[in-house]
């Protein structure tokens, strides 16, 4: 017949306390393995939600357009860039507008010029896009006006500048409608971004926005760096991928030379990857938790013989070897369980401190990884004291009541 | 109520074999007062484990209340001894981390006794054996003979059939091992078999029935002298037990 569960708690409580030492000792190690999984876990999972925000900040239900084509699919294409068999145009832009499905249209072009105003001057990336390129991304303007409702093949010299850029050149003086010389040509500034926006690769404080026509102009070039499409819901994004895709292969000669990849589509890869890396950590971590295992298996063999009269007199008294196992098991389990508890309380703690030094990155354990770190350290605590119970138990109680 | 029978135990010390017990027919009835004497080695201590179960025999044949004990598995075995038998040490082998009650109570908790029906068995053991402003009290709290009392209380808490003391008193002062005597005694009146391995002839010839042990034999049984043909045997002269106190 086993004790009752409280009767072994207590008993086993009653040893872990009597070798304060070694109980600690032991609860450390099994707590920092916990703590581990759980804090690299989320590290993990914050640097994929992290990327997840900082997508959806792109705008929503976006389609991109690339100029070239490869058999990969997602994030492959972004190297197929430079390698272009046939440009990208404004017409291909214009021709893209005539849709139903597609609620906005930015074409894109990006570069990099010097800017002076004043006798200040400085390199700067220049975007050029049109009047939708706004509210597309979702970026807000601090003061003055984006760029005008025009065609989009007229080149207006006009201009919208991020903040930074208004401290750098314009320092004190109010920008709005001043001249600011890009390169070899002048644009008037007519709007400054509010530095709440922000995307990936591009800080927004640092960046000025001219008319798609003048960026082509002042860059030299006749071709876009992308086209940016806003499907009018979600349910659109499958129909203007097709359309833009016939679209553009009917003005290519019938030829496929443009990539087109939906925002859906790589977030998915980056939640693929990022996913797949939070395992990875959290499994490596996870083998602290069997190193953890290994230190109970041998800390329980040293119990086991410093207590050999105690478990002889428990054979005296009448336990059986199975309780014999039991009791040491429960020890072994209480002793991970109590160091699981830890971890998960240290884990936290330590996952609230990053939160506190990284705000941006939400630094949030997943639940899997709470249930499996706990289940994982019980379990290694079981396996672990199996080889120690079977010892005491086979403990021959003649010789073990003298020590022996 | 205990049949031993031809008992022989061996052991291996290097490739010798080691006769612990050699031949060893004894045959206990319920209530016996018993002490087993004799020098170092001579194999008392043996003896009594094997009565206890703890120990099995090489060869030959252990009754137990008519029960062939020598092919129990160990379950049974721990039963037995759960139930039947109680066990007093020279070195108390109480839990120092637990208190005088919890060391007490053990036994019932190994047994699976619910904790409502443990507290007043427990309670009454320890006003029985007078420690009870002790109850809480961890063994390094107490002194020798109040641990031994201990000791008693919880080989004696579930009411078992026999006794078995090894060397009771040897950790002891005198005054302290008379006390544990005289408590020993008294439960053997109130009908347990009461079996006491000592080295000290003075506790020893107090018992109703002596057996003399030396190289694994039982040397002389006083219990054969009254009643003679119970079992086979040699009986030497009595004065031998006397030579017994020599080595204490």
């Known amino acids: 017949m086993p004790a009752a569960i409280?009767?072994?708690?207590?008993?086993?409580?009653?040893?872990?306390?009597?070798?304060?030492a070694r109980t600690l000792l032991m609860l450390i190690a099994m707590a920092i393995g916990v703590a581990a999984v759980i804090i690299l876990t989320a590290l993990g999972d914050g640097a994929r939600r992290y990327i997840a925000s900082e997508f959806s900040s792109l705008g929503t239900n976006l389609v991109l357009v690339f100029p070239g084509y490869s058999k990969t699919s997602g994030l492959g294409s972004l190297a197929m860039v430079n390698a272009t068999p046939r440009d990208l145009t404004l017409n291909d832009a214009q021709a893209l507008s005539r849709n139903s499905n597609i609620r906005r249209i930015a074409p894109m072009n990006i570069g990099s010029v010097n800017a002076s105003f004043g006798g200040r001057s400085r390199e700067v990336p220049v975007i050029g896009t049109s009047h939708e390129f706004l509210k597309l991304r979702h970026w807000q303007l601090a003061q003055g006006s984006f760029l005008p409702v025009t065609d989009l093949d007229r080149a207006t010299p006009v201009c919208v500048i991020g903040s930074k850029i208004q401290n750098e050149l314009f320092t004190a003086q109010s920008p709005l409608g001043q001249w600011l010389r890009l390169g070899e040509r002048r644009f008037r500034v007519i709007g400054v971004l509010a530095t709440e926006g922000r995307s990936i690769g591009i800080d927004v404080q640092d960046i000025i926005i001219i008319p798609v026509a003048s960026a082509q102009q002042l860059f030299n070039t006749p071709s876009l760096f992308r086209i940016l499409v806003e499907a009018k819901n979600r349910f659109a994004i499958k129909p203007v991928k097709q359309f833009i895709i016939e679209q553009l292969k009917q003005r290519h000669q019938g030829k496929r030379d443009v990539t087109v990849i939906t925002q859906d589509a790589v977030l998915a890869?980056?939640?693929?990857?990022?996913?797949?890396?939070?395992?990875?950590?959290?499994?490596?971590?996870?083998?602290?938790?069997?190193?953890?295992?290994?230190?109970?298996?041998?800390?329980?063999?040293?119990?086991?013989?410093?207590?050999?009269?105690?478990?002889?007199?428990?054979?005296?008294?009448?336990?059986?070897?199975?309780?014999?196992?039991?009791?040491?098991?429960?020890?072994?389990?209480?002793?991970?369980?109590?160091?699981?508890?830890?971890?998960?309380?240290?884990?936290?703690?330590?996952?609230?401190?990053?939160?506190?030094?990284?705000?941006?990155?939400?630094?949030?354990?997943?639940?899997?990884?709470?249930?499996?770190?706990?289940?994982?350290?019980?379990?290694?605590?079981?396996?672990?004291?199996?080889?120690?119970?079977?010892?005491?138990?086979?403990?021959?109680?003649?010789?073990?009541?003298?020590?022996? | 109520?205990?049949?031993?029978?031809?008992?022989?135990?061996?052991?291996?010390?290097?490739?010798?074999?080691?006769?612990?017990?050699?031949?060893?027919?004894?045959?206990?009835?319920?209530?016996?007062?018993?002490?087993?004497?004799?020098?170092?080695?001579?194999?008392?201590?043996?003896?009594?484990?094997?009565?206890?179960l703890l120990d099995s025999a090489s060869k030959g044949t252990y009754l137990l209340n008519q029960q062939d004990v020598t092919v129990l598995h160990e379950r049974e075995k721990a039963a037995i001894r759960s139930q039947t038998i109680g066990f007093v040490f020279q070195a108390f082998h109480l839990?120092?981390?637990?208190?005088?009650?919890?060391?007490?109570?053990?036994?019932?908790?190994?047994?699976?006794?619910?904790?409502?029906?443990?507290?007043?068995?427990?309670?009454?053991?320890?006003?029985?054996?007078?420690?009870?402003?002790?109850?809480?009290?961890?063994?390094?709290?107490?002194?020798?003979?109040?641990?031994?009392?201990?000791?008693?209380?919880?080989?004696?808490?579930?009411?078992?059939?026999?006794?078995?003391?090894?060397?009771?008193?040897?950790?002891?002062?005198?005054?302290?091992?008379?006390?544990?005597?005289?408590?020993?005694?008294?439960?053997?009146?109130?009908?347990?078999?009461?079996?006491?391995?000592?080295?000290?002839?003075?506790?020893?010839?107090?018992?109703?029935?002596?057996?003399?042990?030396?190289?694994?034999?039982?040397?002389?049984?006083?219990?054969?002298?009254?009643?003679?043909?119970?079992?086979?045997?040699?009986?030497?002269?009595?004065?031998?037990?006397?030579?017994?106190?020599?080595?204490?």
Not at chain 1, 303 to 315: D, H, M, P, Y
Not at chain 2, 192 to 207: E, F, Q
């Open chain 1, 6 to 20: 409280h009767d072994s708690i207590h008993f086993s409580w009653t040893a872990l306390r009597a070798y304060p």
């Open chain 1, 269 to 404: 890869t980056f939640d693929r990857i990022l996913s797949t890396l939070t395992y990875a950590v959290g499994g490596i971590a996870a083998i602290s938790l069997a190193v953890a295992g290994i230190l109970i298996m041998n800390v329980m063999l040293v119990a086991v013989s410093q207590r050999k009269t105690e478990i002889g007199l428990l054979k005296a008294l009448g336990a059986p070897q199975t309780q014999i196992i039991h009791l040491i098991l429960f020890e072994a389990m209480m002793l991970s369980a109590l160091g699981a508890v830890l971890g998960l309380i240290l884990g936290e703690l330590g996952c609230y401190a990053l939160r506190q030094f990284f705000p941006e990155l939400p630094a949030y354990a997943p639940l899997w990884a709470l249930l499996a770190s706990m289940a994982v350290s019980l379990l290694a605590g079981l396996v672990f004291s199996l080889l120690p119970a079977r010892q005491a138990a086979r403990l021959d109680p003649v010789l073990a009541l003298t020590g022996k």
């Open chain 2, 1 to 52: 109520m205990i049949e031993l029978s031809n008992i022989h135990r061996d052991f291996k010390v290097g490739d010798q074999s080691v006769h612990a017990l050699d031949n060893i027919n004894l045959s206990i009835h319920p209530g016996e007062y018993i002490s087993i004497m004799g020098p170092s080695g001579s194999g008392k201590s043996t003896l009594l484990n094997l009565i206890g």
């Open chain 2, 95 to 248: 839990i120092p981390r637990l208190t005088a009650a919890e060391n007490i109570e053990l036994p019932l908790i190994l047994a699976g006794i619910a904790p409502e029906q443990r507290q007043p068995r427990v309670q009454k053991a320890i006003s029985d054996t007078g420690l009870s402003d002790r109850a809480d009290h961890t063994p390094d709290q107490l002194s020798g003979g109040q641990r031994q009392r201990v000791a008693i209380a919880r080989a004696t808490i579930m009411q078992p059939k026999i006794l078995l003391a090894d060397e009771p008193t040897g950790n002891l002062d005198q005054k302290s091992g008379q006390d544990v005597i005289a408590i020993l005694e008294q439960l053997n009146q109130q009908g347990i078999s009461l079996i006491i391995v000592t080295h000290d002839a003075h506790i020893g010839l107090r018992a109703k029935r002596q057996i003399q042990m030396l190289d694994g034999r039982i040397q002389s049984d006083s219990h054969l002298n009254s009643n003679p043909g119970t079992s086979p045997g040699t009986s030497p002269p009595r004065q031998d037990q006397a030579n017994a106190s020599s080595h204490t």
